[in-house]
C-alpha cells in the first residue's frame, strides 16, 4: 500500500543552524503536502507539491519535490525557536481518497 | 481556527468501554477523515468518509467504527476499550475539488485507565 517513509525522526540544532527533513516513496507520488505540527497541538498544512521536480519557498522554509516525484525535502534556513515541532510529509488523496502521513520529523531548537 | 470541530476534547475511561467522539467538519468540507495519534508518535489514518459513504479505510480495529450523518458531522466509535487505545484522536475535512489540503481539529485525547 502507499506508504511515506520520513528521516530523520528526530533533530536537534542551535537556533541559527539550518535543518532539512526529508521524505521517500518507492513508488510514484501524485503529489506531496507537508504539515507542521507544534507540541500540543494539531496537524497545520504547509504547503503542497505536485510538480515534477517543483521547487516552493515561504520565507525561511524550501520545498522541493523530486524529478523522479519519489522524494520530497523540506528545508529550514537559520532556525528559531517558533520552528519547534513536528514536520509530517505525506501523500494528499484528494477528496475522495486517503491521505498518508509519513512518521514525521521532530525538530528541537536550542536558543 | 480551523474550522473543524471535534468533542470531547479530553476524555478518561476504563478498561472495556464504549466512548463516541464526534466531529463537525468545514462549511463545505464533503470529506471527513479519522486518525490516531499515539503519545509522541504519527499519525495512523483510521477511516475516510465522503458525503456520507466510507471511502477508504487504514488500519482501524474492528471494536472502532465510523459514519458520517446526512448533515455531515462524523462519529468515530470506540468499543471495548484497551488501553493501547490511548491516544489523541484527529479528525480532518477536505475541501471537495480542491487541493487536498487537511483540515484538521484540534483533537480528542482518550485515556483508558
Known amino acids: 500500500g502507499q506508504q511515506v517513509m520520513q528521516i530523520p525522526q528526530y533533530q536537534h540544532v542551535q537556533e541559527g543552524e539550518d535543518f532539512t527533513t526529508y521524505c521517500n516513496s518507492s513508488t510514484t507520488l501524485s503529489n506531496i503536502q507537508w504539515y507542521k505540527q507544534r507540541p500540543g497541538g494539531h496537524p497545520v498544512f504547509l504547503i503542497q507539491?505536485?510538480?515534477?521536480?517543483e521547487v516552493k519557498k515561504q520565507k525561511r522554509l524550501t520545498f522541493q519535490f523530486g524529478e523522479a516525484k519519489k522524494n520530497s525535502s523540506l528545508h529550514i534556513t537559520a532556525t528559531q525557536t517558533t520552528d519547534v515541532g513536528t514536520y509530517f510529509c505525506?501523500?494528499?488523496?484528494?477528496?475522495?481518497?486517503?491521505?498518508?502521513f509519513g512518521a514525521g520529523t521532530r525538530l528541537f531548537v536550542k536558543a | 481556527d480551523s474550522g473543524v470541530t471535534q468533542t470531547p476534547k479530553h476524555l478518561i475511561t476504563a478498561t472495556g468501554q464504549r466512548v463516541t467522539l464526534r466531529c463537525s467538519p468545514r462549511?463545505?468540507?464533503?470529506?471527513v477523515y479519522w486518525y490516531q495519534q499515539s503519545l509522541d508518535q504519527g499519525l495512523q489514518f483510521l477511516i475516510q468518509y465522503y458525503n456520507g459513504e466510507e471511502r477508504a479505510k487504514g488500519n482501524i480495529l474492528e471494536r472502532f467504527s465510523a459514519q458520517q450523518f446526512p448533515d455531515l458531522h462524523s462519529e468515530l466509535n470506540l468499543s471495548s476499550l484497551e488501553l493501547g487505545d490511548s491516544a489523541l484522536y484527529f479528525c480532518?475535512?477536505?475541501?471537495?475539488?480542491?487541493?487536498?489540503?487537511?483540515?484538521f481539529g484540534e483533537g480528542s485525547r482518550l485515556t483508558v485507565l
Open positions: 507539491l505536485v510538480k515534477s521536480g
Open positions: 505525506a501523500e494528499g488523496g484528494g477528496g475522495g481518497f486517503k491521505t498518508i
Open positions: 462549511s463545505g468540507d464533503l470529506s
Open positions: 480532518a475535512s477536505s475541501v471537495v475539488g480542491g487541493a487536498g489540503e487537511l483540515f
